[in-house]
């Protein structure tokens, strides 16, 4: 993650020595962004702006965004949570019985074609007084994080041998103990990648639903409010992107950090079953 970081912050600085300030344009079509001070101000300068006031006199930038992102945070979370049970559970459902999966699975894709725009509105009128803001924006979250779950485990489940299905049917496992004993272990490693792709997408969520819904105190609305400032202050903008960017990386981070021990333990089981 170090490297990635790196490379593209070379990559950043290297446009911006190398590029045109006005864009490179192909065929009348602007097909890479300007490379001036305003579109692109140096990555030092973003740091700098990190750590000046947000307004004379008032907090430092770097802890309105700390700030900002721990509120996102917490609303990823409640939506992650909630996106991973139902796609667990779906996938078992889809995989349990076949008609449920021809029937539910192309809907499960479909779902994903609706623009989050559009959709972040038309959940927090239904929400209405129901729902305080922050929980909208958590079902919103959990609207992109339930279907890479529910694939990826979906095809995790459905990974086992018909050998070693044959043979929990020949100790007479019924389908819960063959779940947990055979296609959860299983489905293991279809299922951390997913819930990897789960958390990014929350985090997609959480943020394009608090600006849809004008949800205050996370780091969407304050890219909102700190784009107001592009022509005058454009590093600022830059920094609440930046904290929406680490943001993501740091829920990825969790998710690799829980899968460490788990793929550990069922790499020993196997080696042990040997």
């Not at 996102?72 to 995989?95: E, W």
């Not at 496992?173 to 789960?198: E, N, S």
């Not at 985090?203 to 600006?211: H, L, M, N």
């Amino acid at each position: 993650m170090i490297a990635g970081l790196a490379v593209a912050a070379l990559l950043w600085e290297g446009y911006k020595a190398a590029g045109d300030p006005e864009g490179t344009v192909l065929f009348g079509v602007r097909v890479l962004p300007r490379a001036d001070d305003l579109s692109m101000p140096h990555l030092w300068t973003i740091g700098q702006r990190l750590a000046d006031p947000e307004m004379t006199g008032g907090r430092p930038v770097w802890l309105v965004v700390l700030q900002a992102c721990l509120f996102t945070l917490g609303i990823t979370a409640a939506g992650f949570a909630a996106g991973t049970v139902i796609g667990l559970v779906l996938a078992a459902a889809m995989q349990r019985f076949r008609i449920v999966e021809r029937g539910l699975l192309p809907y499960v894709v479909l779902s994903q074609t609706v623009p989050l725009v559009a959709l972040a509105p038309l959940i927090a009128g239904w929400g209405g007084t129901l729902m305080p803001p922050w929980a909208t924006v958590s079902v919103i979250a959990a609207y992109l994080a339930f279907f890479p779950v529910a694939v990826g485990m979906l095809r995790g489940l459905q990974s086992p041998s018909a050998a070693g299905v044959e043979l929990m049917r020949s100790y007479a496992a019924g389908w819960w103990r063959t779940l947990v004993k055979l296609r959860f272990p299983a489905a293991l490693p279809y299922l951390f990648p997913a819930l990897r792709l789960a958390g990014a997408a929350a985090v997609v969520g959480a943020v394009v639903g608090e600006i849809s819904t004008g949800t205050r105190g996370g780091i969407g609305r304050l890219i909102i409010e700190y784009s107001r400032e592009a022509t005058s202050d454009p590093a600022k903008v830059y920094t609440a992107m930046l904290g929406a960017a680490l943001l993501g990386l740091l829920v990825a981070g969790a998710v690799s950090l829980l899968e460490l021990p788990l793929m550990r333990h069922r790499r020993h089981v196997e080696v042990a079953t040997l």
